[in-house]
């Protein structure tokens, strides 16, 4: 077959010449399984091609269409990776205003309080809380002590965060922070936790409460608990309370004296019986 292609870009095969421009065509169509057959009504062509052509308009279409395609695949792709990126910080966003949230709701604001009165220099008082003593003092006393390891300079005040936050489930102690002061004016040293006042009742009312709410979390009244009630002659226990408190510390001491004395018993038989065997092996050795 002759095959040829006329200018709007049809194939074609040459069934015959009319002159030395123009030839009867029959147009080829491509079947269901891609095979090529001549088909429909013959018609006049002039001027065939041997290779398939196409116009400037065409071709500018076809350049334009891949320019749009590429540009459109390289949007959508634009355009997925910013929702992503959406999906992510709204999930941060939103988690994070879970949790400024829930800080709001549940942190405790006495400390921003605090921390005006220490600007407007409106603390007196601190109660001074260590591991075996519960005390008030002066603002001076404390911030200005003078040991011989420090030459009495202002010390560190530092403020901590304590709490917890959404799903952790070690403590159920509520947001808040703690006050602690450095042992020396050089930040070294022992930390122990401060209650600021601003009077001296206010100190007295703020070492009530942590007596209070100390013995309410350990469910029991500690020796430190009771020099604080007597140093300061206040009445935080009930006397019910104070004799199941000593009876109980009574019966420790009893128990405590009573395993002693047995010990005491048990080596003063086995000095005996040692102090025994020694007299007969020197009896022994005199007779020889």
């Known amino acids: 077959m002759d095959i040829k292609y006329t200018k709007d870009g049809k194939k074609v095969v040459v069934v015959g010449?009319?002159?030395?421009?123009?030839?009867?065509?029959?147009?080829?169509?491509?079947s269901a399984d891609g095979t090529e057959l001549p088909a429909?009504?013959?018609?006049v062509a002039s001027?065939?091609?041997s290779e398939p052509i196409k116009s400037w308009q065409e071709n500018r279409l076809a350049t334009l269409q891949t320019k749009y395609d590429e540009d459109r695949k390289l949007f959508e792709s634009?355009?997925?990776?910013?929702?992503?990126?959406?999906e992510v910080d709204r999930q941060k966003l939103q988690e994070k205003t879970k949790q400024l949230d829930f800080i709001y709701k549940n942190i405790d604001k006495e400390p921003f309080t605090t921390l005006f009165n220490f600007i407007e220099d409106k603390i007196t008082h601190f109660v001074c809380i260590n591991y075996n003593e519960t005390v008030i003092k002066s603002y001076d006393d404390v911030m200005f002590s003078v040991s011989q390891?420090?030459?009495?300079?202002?010390?560190?005040?530092?403020?901590?965060?304590?709490?917890?936050?959404?799903?952790?489930s070690r403590t159920k102690t509520p947001l808040g922070f703690t006050w602690k002061i450095s042992q020396y004016d050089d930040g070294s040293g022992?930390?122990?936790?401060?209650?600021?006042?601003?009077?001296?009742?206010?100190?007295?009312?703020?070492?009530?409460?942590?007596?209070?709410?100390?013995?309410?979390?350990e469910k029991r009244i500690t020796e430190m608990m009771l020099k604080f009630?007597?140093?300061?002659?206040?009445?935080?226990?009930?006397?019910?309370?104070?004799i199941e408190y000593?009876?109980?510390?009574?019966?420790?001491?009893?128990?405590?004296?009573?395993?002693?004395?047995?010990?005491?018993?048990?080596?003063?038989?086995?000095?005996?019986?040692?102090?025994?065997?020694?007299?007969?092996?020197?009896?022994?050795?005199?007779k020889k």
């Open 149 to 168: 390891y420090d030459s009495g300079g202002l010390k560190l005040l530092t403020l901590y965060g304590t709490g917890w936050t959404p799903g952790d």
């Open 78 to 86: 634009n355009i997925t990776q910013q929702r992503k990126r959406y």
């Open 246 to 286: 000593y009876e109980k510390v009574l019966n420790n001491i009893q128990s405590f004296n009573l395993k002693n004395i047995e010990k005491l018993h048990s080596a003063v038989q086995d000095s005996e019986s040692e102090i025994k065997q020694i007299k007969d092996i020197l009896k022994q050795l005199n």
């Open 47 to 49: 001027n065939l091609l």
């Open 229 to 242: 009630q007597h140093k300061y002659c206040l009445k935080i226990f009930s006397d019910e309370e104070l």
């Open 17 to 30: 010449k009319l002159n030395a421009t123009q030839s009867i065509v029959q147009e080829i169509f491509v």
């Open 190 to 217: 022992n930390r122990y936790e401060l209650l600021p006042a601003t009077s001296y009742e206010n100190a007295i009312q703020l070492g009530i409460d942590y007596i209070l709410t100390k013995h309410k979390n």
């Open 40 to 43: 429909g009504d013959n018609f």
